[in-house]
């Protein structure tokens, strides 16, 4: 199971975070930036059967892509945020780290407004 590897390579690479931390801060920091876009780049793969899937479904419901495309990008923003986020917190930089994510959801609020405009205009053609 991929879930198995990927538990067990975040294990040790948290073990070797944490042995680095004592002797060399600058490195444990490295191999957890390290460790967490090895783990991205092996989930991606599974992210695009997913992306084409959504866009068959989107496709065969006649939604317009463009909704799918910045939903897309809205959960985008929110992972790499989150991302960010924790690396800067790993780092004892929390207060960047907040900073981060407040510019993600306000990000997300800016491309969420079609989406919502979208909603409240078909809310309104069912209220007489």
């Not at 944490?18 to 600058?26: A, C, Q």
């Not at 939604?63 to 986020?85: D, H, K, M, P």
Request: glycine share 4%.
């Amino acid at each position: 199971m991929e879930i198995i590897r990927i538990v067990a390579f975040a294990l040790i690479a948290a073990f070797m975070s944490m042995v680095l931390r004592e002797y060399k801060p600058f490195y444990a920091a490295m191999v957890a930036v390290v460790a967490g876009v090895l783990i991205f780049l092996r989930v991606v793969t599974y992210l695009s059967s997913l992306i084409s899937y959504l866009t068959e479904m989107t496709l065969q419901t006649s939604i317009s892509l463009v909704y799918l495309n910045t939903l897309l990008r809205i959960i985008g923003i929110a992972y790499i945020a989150e991302f960010a986020s924790q690396i800067c917190r790993d780092a004892g930089e929390s207060v960047i780290a907040g900073k981060v994510e407040f510019a993600g959801k306000l990000l997300i609020l800016v491309l969420a407004m079609p989406l919502l405009t979208a909603v409240l205009e078909t809310i309104l053609k069912f209220v007489p």
